[in-house]
């Protein structure tokens, strides 16, 4: 069997990885327009921060590639025929396959704003921007972020380590206004005030205003307020990259439309993370996905798929992290941004404002918890995991937190603090602390 | 992947910063006329001058450069400044301190007439200190420990400032600076002032290799209870204790919250952690190296015991003229010139990582009989890489954490860094049953591909 995979990034590897285990005799073929080798898309805020090099944002070494007998293609694949089973690459060859899988990615997001086009303007999302952001925010002194998620609080970390001093545009009232409640919101722009960054709220771009040689010189928002800057940041989303499925008669809607066991309509031919449309999600998940972690879990599923062994995908607990600034964040299961029937939450929040806890639980009893928001604290994946699987009562959850505490040795442990919480915001289910971490949990059984 | 990043400036270093800085180069100036003053008493005022405007200068520094930001980790810029990125700062400050320790170790030693080569007048501007602490003048060595310590506790307090977000590096940086100035500065020179051997209660053979040699043993027998005492110490530390406490803690227990090299490399080699070389080739040229070494000490330990127990007769002088030539190449060299002075190229733990044979006996007991591991967090990882670049043992830390594995290896230090630097949350040290260590998240699928 010949594997071709468009596109090396998480979920692309992670497909050849499990195949390869798989199928220890198959030839797997990985072609990447955009690097000779698999890098952290997550990471590239770190290139540009200073804090690691571009080397070093390589989940593997380059020998491991040979050693598994990975073959690698650093080229533009161009055109894609289903019948004949070949794809044309842009440096003139062409690749035949057995089974082809496409984690074609993204791209940026623009909104057709005026002025989006010059130079200076930009997403970020893969080593192109990365060049860009390098080479445009050079020397300059005032850039504007536009958007309220996980992007923009990474391109303004960004442009601040470097001195250069972000205005950020967000559209709704508070940060990431679809999925974070606005206490954990408020905690987040603390972070930004800390920073000295400053945030427009319910601010959207109007225009983007340009100089003689054609290269950004201020923006103008929604307010009326023109902000003169020498970077616009976009940073309002991506979406799948269609441009070799169109080349084919591969049916796409916004993405490319797959089944459960992520195939396409045509046979042999796969799709997977980012690019992939769902064509019947499951109930409360999105079509789309754009996640690591989830084009990891597709890249898993549809290898086992292409190795005889149907699996359809299946996303599990939802869990996912961030960091904004010097805020961590996790999320495990069901954590929606604001009230929904049925659902009750208990938030607690540390005075300093540096970490807090919302655990998400049905209203009728047994109150069974179905999801976690932490800041500033780490919690276990694998316990909180396992009690949203078990449908575990919120009692037992409070009464045993140290258990999914994953703090680092000697932090400060919150638990008995967030149990009087608990009690004073729901005391008609009174809660005792019965398991702390470490040593005290040892005792405490 | 080559993308084409050229190196942007640097945010403006704040005048405040700058003052201080320049107070620092101005201690180093004063010390250099210190050593070409001819006249003692100005070669003393030069001395302490010096240390004065170092310690003020780093300290005012340091509450700038990282007391004055949001608590966090500051990192920004880390491989674009020369200084940390291999840069022609670094390359300057690898040959000074190499420069240091070859005229250390090889042309500072007392001609008999109490001069001490090029560092003479260094080392008679702590006589007074000296007369103080251990009632006798100093000589090369007590110069090297005073600033060795002083390094410790100076760029220690740097890294309090630094890491003040995280309790785990606050309480071991406290604890490597409390083991240096107390055990391996302070109570040596008192007990030279009270006329009893110079003994390091911090330091174990094998790493400190004669504490175990028959002629240090007699020596220290000879010289009475407390002698008595201090054998039965190094016996029951080097024997006993490091098995136990590795078996429930792992290496660290040692190497990054109690040895001097280790606190060194903590504190002064922060700066420089990063640069240590990642990659699997580096891990095999630290196989071959550091077991051999202790392999080779080993025997050398057994030889002289033998040597000592027939009589001086079966081998002849040929565990001695080992030792003379261990201590060269291994004591002086390897875990002097090479450990520190390479520093600013290939980070702060070379000694300990490639040669240190204490830590080679440590990570073989934590790899095979410890309940140590460094947990990961379900299916959390970004492969980011801050993990593995934090590293000052060089482990590829995030080849575990993104297959989900838990880190056990024999290398690690247990410096947390790792931890500290993640940041989704995914790493953390641990002590816990033996049963499952080595298991994975059942959270992610591993790849079950060599990664070494």
């Known amino acids: ?445 | 992947m080559s993308p084409t990043l050229n190196a942007p400036p640097l945010p403006a270093t704040s005048p405040a910063e700058k003052l201080t800085l320049a107070v620092v180069a101005g201690g180093l100036l004063a010390l250099l006329l210190a050593l070409a003053d001819a006249d003692p008493g100005r070669q003393q005022t030069w001395f302490y001058l010096a240390l004065g405007l170092i310690s003020g200068g780093t300290l005012a520094w340091s509450w700038l450069k990282f007391g004055k930001h949001p608590a966090g980790m500051q990192h920004n810029n880390l491989w674009w400044r020369a200084s940390t990125g291999r840069g022609a700062v670094a390359w300057v400050t690898g040959l000074v301190l190499t420069g240091f320790y070859v005229v250390l170790y090889w042309y500072s030693g007392d001609d008999g007439h109490g001069h001490f080569g090029p560092l003479n007048n260094l080392v008679h501007a702590l006589d007074g200190f000296s007369q103080w602490l251990r009632a006798r003048p100093a000589d090369q060595w007590f110069l090297y420990g005073t600033f060795y310590t002083l390094a410790v506790l100076l760029m220690g307090t740097r890294a309090l400032w630094k890491y003040r977000h995280s309790r785990y590096q606050l309480i071991r940086t406290a604890s490597v600076m409390f083991f240096q100035l107390g055990f391996a500065f302070l109570i040596p020179g008192l007990l030279l002032f009270f006329q009893q051997p110079e003994f390091y209660f911090t330091y174990f053979w094998p790493l400190k290799y004669d504490y175990l040699f028959p002629g240090t043993v007699n020596s220290l027998v000879q010289n009475g209870g407390l002698g008595v005492f201090m054998v039965f110490w190094g016996g029951v530390m080097s024997l006993l204790a490091t098995p136990v406490l590795t078996y429930f803690y792992g290496k660290r227990w040692y190497c990054s919250w109690v040895c001097g090299c280790g606190g060194l490399a903590e504190t002064a080699g922060d700066p420089y952690r990063h640069l240590a070389d990642k990659s699997r080739a580096a891990w095999r040229w630290e196989v071959r190296i550091i077991y051999p070494i202790l392999v080779i000490i080993l025997v050398i330990t057994g030889l002289l015991w033998v040597h000592f127990a027939t009589g001086s007769t079966l081998l002849g002088e040929a565990g001695n003229v080992a030792a003379k030539w261990y201590g060269f190449a291994i004591g002086a060299v390897f875990s002097g010139v090479i450990g520190v002075g390479f520093y600013p190229i290939m980070g702060s733990r070379v000694w300990c990582r490639f040669g240190c044979p204490m830590a080679a006996y440590l990570g073989l007991l934590q790899k095979h009989f410890s309940r140590f591991r460094i947990s990961t967090n379900g299916g959390q990882c970004i492969s980011c890489g801050n993990c593995s670049n934090v590293c000052e043992m060089g482990i590829d830390v995030k080849q575990y954490a993104q297959r989900g594995e838990p880190i056990i290896r024999a290398s690690c230090v247990g410096c947390g860094m790792c931890s500290t630097a993640c940041p989704r949350g995914v790493l953390n040290l641990e002590n816990g049953p033996r049963e499952g260590r080595y298991q994975g998240s059942q959270l992610i699928h591993a790849d079950s591909l060599r990664i070494l």
């Not at chain 1, 979406?239 to 080349?247: I, V, Y």
């Open chain 1, 1 to 445: 069997m010949h594997l071709v995979i468009i596109g090396n990034g998480i979920t692309g590897v992670s497909c050849a990885l499990t195949v390869r285990r798989l199928r220890p005799e198959a030839r797997i073929t990985l072609v990447s327009s955009e690097s000779a080798h698999h890098y952290s898309r997550t990471a590239l805020m770190y290139v540009y921060m200073g804090h690691l090099r571009p080397q070093d944002i390589k989940p593997y070494e380059d020998w491991f590639w040979k050693e598994n007998h990975l073959e690698l293609v650093h080229a533009t694949a161009t055109a894609l025929n289903t019948s004949k089973k070949l794809i044309a690459l842009a440096n003139g060859t062409t690749l035949a396959y057995d089974q082809l899988l496409l984690a074609t990615g993204s791209e940026s997001k623009r909104h057709g704003w005026p002025g989006q086009d010059l130079a200076g303007v930009q997403g970020l999302y893969h080593l192109p921007d990365l060049e860009a952001m390098t080479r445009d925010t050079h020397g300059i002194s005032r850039g504007v972020v536009v958007g309220g998620g996980l992007i923009g609080v990474e391109l303004a970390e960004m442009l601040h380590s470097r001195g250069i001093e972000p205005t950020v545009l967000v559209r709704d009232a508070h940060y990431w206004a679809s999925v974070l409640p606005p206490e954990e919101a408020n905690l987040v722009d603390r972070q930004f005030e800390e920073n000295r960054v400053p945030v427009r709220y319910r601010t959207e771009l109007r225009e983007i205003l340009g100089d003689a040689q054609g290269r950004v010189r201020a923006v103008v928002t929604t307010a009326g307020e023109e902000i003169p800057c020498q970077w616009v940041g976009l940073a309002i989303g991506v979406s799948p990259n269609l441009t070799l499925a169109k080349t084919s008669e591969i049916d796409t809607d916004r993405g490319i439309l797959v089944d459960e066991y992520l195939r396409t309509n045509v046979p042999n031919v796969y799709a997977a993370g980012d690019c992939a449309q769902h064509r019947q999600p499951a109930a409360g998940e999105v079509a789309i996905e754009q996640l690591w972690y989830t084009g990891r879990m597709q890249g898993e599923a549809v290898a086992h798929t292409i190795c005889g062994q149907p699996t359809p995908y299946r996303r599990g607990v939802w869990f996912n992290s961030a960091k904004f600034f010097n805020l961590e964040y996790q999320t495990y299961g069901q954590a929606p941004a604001s009230p929904i029937a049925g659902l009750e939450s208990f938030y607690w929040e540390h005075p300093s404002g540096r970490a807090a806890l919302r655990v998400y639980f049905r209203a009728e009893a047994p109150h069974a918890v179905v999801g976690f928001n932490a800041l500033g604290l780490r919690l276990r994946h694998d316990v909180c995991e396992h009690w949203i699987r078990q449908q575990a009562p919120v009692a037992t959850v409070m009464s045993h937190l140290g258990a999914a505490n994953f703090d680092p040795e000697f932090f400060p442990q919150h638990e008995k603090a967030m149990v009087t919480a608990f009690n004073q915001q729901f005391p008609q289910q009174p809660v005792a602390l019965k398991q702390r971490k470490g040593l005290f949990s040892l005792i405490k059984k």
